[in-house]
Nanobody, 124 residues
Framework: QVRMVESGGGSVQPGGSLRLSCEVS????????MAWFRQAPGKEREGVAFIDTYSDKTYADFVKGRFTISKDKSKNTLYLQMNNLNVEDTATYYC??????????????????WGQGTQVTVSS
């Protein structure tokens, strides 16, 4: 059974940084597409960052220059480095994966495997 477990969330002040991790277990092959999404209360889930098996990356405009997605295949772990956080970044962050090559990389509809989420709160 495939499991994706996020960690690294927490509370920070505006301008602070966090690094999220997503450890994948129970799957012996590398997913083609992996991504981070987030969802704030009362809002739809939105794509944040994407990385494929060739390490090609896509970012949502609202995180460009602040967030960096990466992965360590040897550890089966996906990361999201988040810098210069602001209050609008407050949300539950989820990692997601699929074996498919996606046309819409930051659409949640293309992903079949999801983590349980980790809370990120940015406040002063």
């Amino acid at each position: 059974q495939v499991r994706m477990v996020e960690s690294g969330g927490g509370s920070v002040q505006p301008g602070g940084s966090l690094r999220l991790s997503c450890e994948v277990s129970g799957y012996t092959y590398n997913y083609y597409s992996m991504a981070w999404f987030r969802q704030a209360p009362g809002k739809e889930r939105e794509g944040v960052a994407f990385i494929d098996t060739y390490s090609d990356k896509t970012y949502a405009d609202f995180v460009k220059g602040r967030f960096t997605i990466s992965k360590d295949k040897s550890k089966n772990t996906l990361y999201l480095q988040m810098n210069n956080l602001n209050v609008e970044d407050t949300a539950t962050y989820y990692c997601a994966a699929t074996s498919a090559r996606l046309n819409f990389r930051l659409s949640h509809r293309g992903y079949v495997c999801w983590g349980q989420g980790t809370q990120v709160t940015v406040s002063s």
